[in-house]
């Protein structure tokens, strides 16, 4: 039997070795929690929406947790699925019959009926349910995590399950423009005001929070996809015969760029468009020269929009040697890849957090803006560290306005390196 002393000793030579070894080489650690999360803040946040969820007992517990705290403090609705559902195969019945208990609810307009990892519901047949029960619409939403690599990942797949239902192509509006991605209420103000003055009519952004702007979304003339993983959701338009515009309008050139391809899509007045897009351009210019900085920063998160804060930091004159992502390297995704793989930035792409780790203890920066996770390993070595998603996904980045918050947060932060080191040498000692 081992005593306590011979334990601690054990357990001291173990912790000794761990610290003194200064390279991780396992890759185990997960960026991304339950992946259906992602797919979930798109399906609760919308009005009328009640998800009836088809899983087991855990992830009821975890989910619903995660869609309060973070999502639309909206209950998850579930038949009780434990062990003698999944086995006797009463699962159709049991989803059906909770689908028609929810309906009962005169104001639900959308129920869907979002399956996980378990064998029994990850296969659910669409078939075998109602397309409508009362005044709701029934959307099968299949988000296995073991299929899915990032929570990211499953906002797209979510999206498409609705579009598919809901999307009504039998009406185009000229000069209409479909905006898709989580962003910020005054980038959505900016974005609605620049296309404005270069002749667009009306601007549809997705997610929504209305069921009608699903419906809506077909009527576009073109869509203006801002993120990277919205993969299916770009190739469900194309099948449409709709056309795609990829990047975002953060940073001067890809700001004039974003603007010149949506007045070709449109095929709005050039003259027009191109005297907007150098006035944006100019603008952005003028915020970036007035924030010029150096510093070295490192960009860690698993929102999979990282990669055009990146290229902002790269304007301002900030060195971002590193920077990696949750999700996979995409079509959507290849321009912001050649020009910052040019610019010499190390780009991760399903990354591990023993990636970051080893990416710190290589450039030494002066700020991480990372996951929570990096973020506490890297504030004990007495760097700042700030969590990406609340920090930077709370805050626009958008044109002129976007590019002078975004620059100004991150000088802010830097020059908190001194005390961040001051902090270090108290508790060291």
Not at 323 to 330: G, M, N, R, V
Not at 337 to 349: A, K, P, Q, S, V
Request: hydrophobic fraction near 40%; charge should be negative; glycine fraction near 6%.
């Amino acid at each position: 039997m081992i005593n306590d002393e011979k334990f601690s000793s054990l357990f001291n030579i173990l912790s000794d070795a761990q610290k003194d070894s200064p390279v991780e080489e396992t890759n185990l650690h997960p960026q991304t929690m339950c992946p259906a999360f992602g797919g979930l803040r798109v399906v609760t946040r919308i009005d009328g929406a009640q998800v009836c969820m088809a899983t087991d007992k855990g992830c009821m517990y975890g989910l619903t947790f995660v869609t309060h705290f973070y999502a639309a403090r909206k209950s998850i609705v579930s038949p009780e699925l434990m062990s003698t559902q999944l086995s006797s195969g009463s699962i159709v019945p049991d989803i059906r019959a909770t689908i028609e208990e929810i309906a009962k609810d005169e104001t639900v307009r959308l129920i869907p009926v979002v399956s996980l990892c378990v064998a029994e519901t990850a296969g659910l047949a669409e078939e075998l349910l109602p397309k409508k029960v009362g005044n709701a619409e029934v959307v099968l939403v299949r988000l296995p995590a073991y299929l899915i690599k990032s929570h990211p990942e499953a906002k797209d797949i979510a999206l498409e399950s609705l579009l598919k239902r809901l999307a009504d192509f039998s009406k185009k509006r000229e000069k209409s423009v479909l905006i898709v991605g989580e962003i910020f209420p005054l980038d959505a103000m900016a974005i609605g005001a620049v296309l404005q003055k270069i002749g667009v009519e009306s601007v549809i952004t997705l997610p929504s929070q209305h069921i009608d702007d699903f419906r809506e979304a077909g009527s576009a003339s073109a869509v203006a996809v801002l993120h990277p993983f919205y993969e299916l959701t770009a190739e469900f338009f194309e099948k449409n015969k709709t056309p795609i515009i990829g990047g975002n309008p953060v940073g001067a050139n890809s700001t004039y760029k974003w603007i010149k391809d949506i007045g070709a899509a449109l095929k709005l007045d050039e003259a027009l468009v191109e005297r907007v897009a150098q006035e944006e351009k100019e603008k952005i210019k003028a915020a970036i020269a007035a924030r010029k900085s150096g510093g070295t920063v490192i960009i860690a998160g698993y929102e999979g929009n990282e990669f055009p804060l990146v290229r902002l930091l790269l304007e301002s004159g900030v060195a971002v040697p590193y920077a990696s992502t949750s999700i996979a390297h995409t079509k959507l995704g290849d321009d912001d890849h050649r020009l910052l793989t040019m610019l010499g930035t190390d780009l991760r792409y399903r990354k591990y957090l023993e990636e970051d780790r080893r990416a710190i203890l290589e450039h030494k920066p002066d700020l991480v803006v990372g996951t929570t996770s990096l973020d506490s390993y890297v504030k004990e070595l007495g760097i700042p560290a700030v969590y990406y998603t609340n920090i930077v996904s709370s805050r626009p980045i958008y044109f002129a306005q976007g590019a002078a918050t975004m620059l100004d947060l991150i000088q802010s932060l830097i020059a908190k390196r001194p005390a961040f080191e001051k902090m270090k040498t108290f508790f060291d000692a």
